[in-house]
């Protein structure tokens, strides 16, 4: 990958890269619609009333169109390069629907604090299937390297995400404050892909258009991470997973995809 890529990406948090998953949009939409029929038990409407946002996740070893994505794609070696890493270790799968007519707004958030995840190393792959022209994600450019991380919240009411108080920065909005904010956004074709930083603060804009807007992201984690308690349920929960604070995470149920030789 090109040098300048990845220092983009360290730089700002989040790059775009267009047509690379070309080949597989058809098997990617073929694995939504499979999601769509079936949701998980995961799955959620967010609370919306006008439209649809539904989300699911955790699918890839039920919907063999995402583990074949997952496996046989060039995504695994795509994450370790631009997460600097040997090795792309896969965390888990998220689909995104926002129908047209949906005016919610994807809520400002960082995905780390969800995440039972620490470390530097860590990429989301968010891939739409359908054309993007302002609906995309958004980004908080630099954000990837706050000090502090930002309150999670429920997508559904806004309410937090934990209910034990921690120190939170909270939740910005760059729409009411835009001279202190740098935000990147694009418009995309179906076979591009946004990487990002899982500490990258991004939201994104209600879909008013009459197309839909069907997303995969799949998370990627590097090298140097390990598990670490939140102070609750995290998102997504992996009930049972038997991990401790410091540990690699378990490779049974997180596979490594990709090795540098
Ligand atoms: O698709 C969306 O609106 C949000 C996606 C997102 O936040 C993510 O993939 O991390």
Request: a neutral charge.
């Amino acid at each position: 990958m090109d040098a300048k890529i990845i220092d983009n990406f360290e730089k700002q948090g989040a790059i775009l890269l267009k047509g690379v998953f070309k080949e597989w949009v058809n098997k990617i939409i073929s694995g939504i619609e499979k999601n769509l029929v079936k949701p998980s038990k995961y799955a959620n409407e967010n609370n919306v009333k006008e439209g649809r946002f539904f989300d699911d996740y955790c699918n890839w070893t039920r919907i063999k169109d995402f583990k074949d994505f997952i496996e046989n794609s060039e995504a695994a070696k795509i994450a370790a390069e631009i997460m600097k890493s040997t090795t792309a270790q896969f965390f888990h799968d998220h689909v995104l629907v926002k129908e047209g007519g949906t005016s919610k707004e994807t809520p400002w958030h960082q995905d780390a604090p969800y995440y039972f995840v620490n470390g530097s190393k860590t990429v989301s792959m968010w891939i739409p299937v359908d054309p993007i022209i302002d609906t995309g994600l958004r980004f908080i450019s630099g954000s990837h390297k706050w000090e502090k991380m930002v309150r999670p919240v429920s997508w559904s009411d806004d309410s937090d995400f934990y209910n034990k108080d921690q120190e939170w920065l909270p939740v910005p909005n760059p729409d009411l404050d835009p001279q202190n904010y740098h935000i990147l956004e694009w418009s995309m074709e179906p076979g591009d892909v946004v990487l990002f930083d899982f500490r990258a603060v991004h939201g994104a804009r209600g879909n008013k258009k009459n197309i839909r807007r069907r997303a995969l992201s799949l998370r990627w984690v590097g090298d140097d991470v390990t598990y670490i308690e939140r102070p609750g349920r995290t998102s997504p929960p992996f009930p049972g997973h038997g991990m401790e604070t410091g540990q690699k995470l378990r490779e049974d149920w997180f596979p490594i995809v990709y090795t540098k030789s």
